[in-house]
């Protein structure tokens, strides 16, 4: 016998609660295999459960399309921290700054290396570093690292502030969305079995065939398992050679 397939995606389970509302409006009560209260859940459920689909998707498409500049921000801090890092030691090796400059970015440990700056995190510890750095050099009367200069670094550096602050903002909505359309399914689940259920029963005295041909007019979903299946394929044409 083929097995009963429940959906297992939004759009497949709002499909199967669409089909049984479509059922619902278009078929007298005392016609209708389910009961009225069943259509009546139908009908609260299915507004909510739609509207929870559309906000996750938006809050996702948002976040994903927002992430790109987000990237983009994040590579020019990225190259301006890089660039100002450089400079400086360009400047040590050529003997136009002494080595302790390094001390006022706490970049001794490093070697005349770049920082790392793979992540958010590191970016933003090493902005602030070198802004706050450079802005002690300067009270002290020595003169700004040019190419880039500390101000056109800052610019950069509170832009990307800026979208980490937007990307949280927004991944913590899509989260939010998430959260509320996954407390949903497994009420969808619930309602289009219990849907389901009182369909198959109500057809329950009929011949499988007809049975199966009456709960799918409902949107039920039938899986022959694959020997039947080929039974299926030889009962099929051998009835079709008859024919």
Same mark, same amino acid.
């Given at each position: =016998? @083929?097995?009963?397939?429940?959906?297992?995606?939004?759009?497949?389970?709002? #499909?199967?609660?669409?089909?049984?509302?479509?059922?619902?409006?278009?078929?007298? @009560?005392?016609?209708?295999?389910?009961? /009225?209260?069943? *259509?009546?859940?139908?009908?609260?459920? %299915?507004?909510?459960?739609?509207?929870?689909?559309?906000?996750?998707?938006?809050?996702?498409?948002?976040?994903?399309? *927002?992430?790109?500049?987000?990237?983009?921000?994040?590579?020019?801090?990225? =190259?301006?921290?890089?660039?100002?890092?450089? +400079?400086?030691?360009?400047?040590?090796?050529?003997?136009?700054?002494?080595?302790?400059?390094?001390?006022?970015?706490?970049?001794?440990?490093?070697?005349? #290396?770049?920082?790392?700056? !793979?992540?958010?995190?590191?970016?933003?510890?090493?902005?602030?570093?070198?802004?706050?750095?450079?802005?002690?050099?300067?009270?002290?009367?020595?003169?700004?690292?040019? !190419?880039?200069?500390?101000?056109? +670094?800052? +610019?950069?550096?509170?832009?990307?502030?800026?979208?980490?602050? !937007? /990307?949280?903002?927004? /991944?913590?909505? !899509?989260?939010?969305?998430?959260?509320?359309?996954?407390?949903?399914?497994?009420?969808?689940?619930?309602?289009?079995?219990?849907?389901?259920?009182?369909?198959?029963?109500?057809?329950?005295?009929?011949?499988? /065939?007809?049975?199966?041909?009456?709960?799918?007019? *409902?949107? %039920?979903? *039938?899986?022959?398992?694959?020997?039947?299946?080929?039974?299926?394929?030889?009962?099929?044409?051998?009835?079709?050679?008859?024919?």
């Amino acid at each position: =016998m @083929p097995y009963r397939r429940l959906p297992n995606t939004d759009s497949a389970r709002c #499909k199967a609660l669409w089909k049984a509302c479509e059922k619902g409006k278009e078929t007298p @009560p005392f016609k209708l295999a389910f009961t /009225q209260g069943t *259509y009546q859940k139908i009908v609260s459920f %299915l507004p909510l459960y739609e509207k929870a689909i559309r906000k996750q998707r938006e809050t996702f498409s948002v976040q994903t399309d *927002y992430n790109k500049e987000y990237r983009r921000l994040m590579r020019k801090a990225r =190259m301006y921290i890089s660039h100002f890092v450089q +400079v400086v030691n360009m400047a040590i090796q050529r003997g136009e700054l002494p080595a302790g400059t390094m001390d006022h970015y706490s970049l001794n440990g490093h070697k005349s #290396k770049v920082p790392p700056l !793979n992540t958010e995190e590191d970016i933003i510890k090493w902005g602030k570093v070198l802004i706050d750095g450079e802005a002690s050099r300067i009270k002290k009367g020595q003169h700004p690292i040019t !190419n880039p200069t500390i101000a056109v +670094v800052k +610019v950069r550096y509170e832009q990307f502030l800026e979208a980490c602050m !937007n /990307q949280e903002s927004l /991944q913590q909505s !899509n989260n939010r969305a998430h959260k509320e359309l996954s407390e949903l399914r497994p009420q969808a689940d619930e309602l289009i079995t219990a849907i389901w259920n009182e369909v198959e029963n109500s057809f329950k005295d009929l011949p499988d /065939q007809l049975k199966r041909e009456k709960a799918e007019d *409902y949107g %039920l979903v *039938y899986v022959f398992r694959k020997n039947e299946l080929q039974g299926q394929n030889l009962f099929l044409s051998a009835h079709a050679e008859i024919i």
